[in-house]
């Protein structure tokens, strides 16, 4: 895959087909998780929420009733079987 340079601020950018391997783009979150030996994991964060809760708030089972934009938002984040 090559290397990574380290910028003066301490950042490193990830290439355009590492980001593609982890599935993520502009606006999306992704994970590092440190392992022994210097190494490090990263993968695509998951949504924090669980589908269960947003259908409770669809199904009218909540105290809170959703906007239409936290509907969409919580489609958009989407809920696959995807990791």
């Not at 590492?18 to 998780?33: K, T």
Request: net charge neutral; no cysteine; charged share 20%.
């Amino acid at each position: 895959m090559g290397m990574l340079t380290i910028t003066a601020k301490g950042q490193v950018t990830l290439r355009q087909e590492l980001l593609r391997h982890l599935g993520v783009g502009p606006g999306d979150r992704i994970e590092v998780i440190p392992l022994p030996g210097g190494r490090i994991e990263v993968r695509a964060a998951q949504p924090a929420g669980s589908i269960e809760s947003f259908f409770g708030q669809l199904a009218g089972r909540s105290a809170r009733v959703l906007s239409l934009e936290e509907i969409q938002a919580a489609a958009a984040a989407g809920w696959s079987d995807q990791p």
